[in-house]
């Protein structure tokens, strides 16, 4: 679901998303994920949301040794790769019409012995649901998906469908419109929410999420 349009600024640097290559250091491995912007578009370049995602699983504040999660609109999969190495089994998924992308990107740069805990899936939200089972993961993950309104019930949906009463998600985006605050609120309905890291320099959020218990609605 990342393939959505998107304005990028001037300011932001547009220019490195053209890059036919953005190189990262993560979990002692150097990360090499190929960009096709022309192609794909947003669904093809690393976006900050991903970086900063990816260097809080690196800060082992989440345990992903053994843990199952699931990155949604994954796009080149940065943020899946990282968790892999990190020791997570992980379901990298998107639309399908960027998985071969994406596929390529995580057979890439992981190695042989950890390929067998990445699994790359297709996930159109509020469609597909059926191929996954109901609170299948103990982690859901997400960069810069919630921007785009018209996405915002299906994402909400394929969040609960997704969690169980143990599971976390942990969204990293940038607040860019009002309408990012919309989605929280939303979320907040029918699961705690809190924020949990801030990087002031790229001015991306990361916010935590776990499904409320009947106790707590009553």
């Given at each position: 679901m990342a393939l959505v349009p998107y304005v990028e600024t001037a300011e932001m640097g547009l220019?490195?998303?053209?890059?036919?290559?953005?190189?990262?250091?993560?979990?002692n491995h150097t990360i090499q994920?190929?960009?096709d912007w022309k192609q794909l578009g947003v669904a093809a370049v690393v976006w900050d949301a991903a970086v900063v995602l990816a260097t809080y699983l690196e800060m082992g504040t989440v345990e992903l040794?053994?843990?199952?999660?699931?990155?949604?609109?994954?796009?080149?999969?940065?943020v899946g790769i990282v968790a892999a190495l990190l020791g997570a089994h992980v379901t990298i998924t998107d639309r399908k019409v960027a998985l071969e992308f994406l596929?390529?990107?995580?057979?890439?740069?992981?190695p042989p012995h950890i390929q067998p805990k990445a699994v790359v899936k297709e996930l159109t939200w509020g469609q597909n649901l059926g191929s996954f089972?109901?609170?299948?993961?103990?982690?859901?993950?997400g960069a810069d998906i919630i921007y785009l309104e018209e996405t915002f019930a299906d994402l909400l949906?394929?969040?609960?469908?997704?969690?169980?009463?143990?599971?976390?998600v942990l969204l990293a985006c940038r607040i860019r419109y009002?309408?990012?605050?919309?989605f929280?609120?939303?979320?907040e309905r029918q699961f705690t929410v809190s924020k949990v890291y801030y990087d002031s320099e790229k001015d991306v959020h990361i916010y935590k999420a776990q499904r409320r218990c009947l106790r707590e609605d009553l």
């Open positions: 220019q490195r998303f053209h890059k036919p290559l953005a190189t990262f250091s993560f979990a994920i190929r960009q040794r053994g843990c199952s999660a699931v990155e949604l609109g994954a796009g080149t999969g940065l596929k390529s990107n995580v057979q890439a740069n992981l089972s109901p609170g299948e993961f103990d982690l859901i993950l949906q394929t969040l609960e469908h997704l969690c169980s009463n143990h599971s976390m009002e309408r990012d605050y919309n929280l609120a939303m979320l």
